[in-house]
């Protein structure tokens, strides 16, 4: 991560919440020890997730960088 990348990450397993709400990417490792905190759980409203996570990168976008959402799972189907 570079310092002028901002980062965002949302959970979701039955509901969404942030983890991660626009930190610079300086604060690497408190990104990190979120991230690692992560478990799974639950059934999945990963349309929820979506909509969520383009809210997030539309509040911060800009056209001169690259605006990356990604969604990750455990893959757990119900």
């Known amino acids: 991560l570079r310092p002028e ?25 408190l990104i990190l020890g979120r991230v690692a905190q992560l478990k799974t ?6 349309g929820d ?7 997030m990168n539309n509040r911060v976008y800009a ?3 690259n605006n990356i959402v990604i ?6 189907l119900f």
């Open 5 to 29: 990348d901002l980062i965002s990450v949302i959970k979701y397993s039955s509901s969404v919440s942030v983890v991660v709400d626009g930190l610079s990417g300086q604060d690497k490792e």
């Open 41 to 46: 759980s639950s059934s999945t409203a990963g």
């Open 49 to 55: 997730a979506i909509k969520m996570a383009y809210q």
């Open 63 to 65: 056209a001169d960088r």
């Open 71 to 76: 969604m990750i799972t455990d893959g757990a």
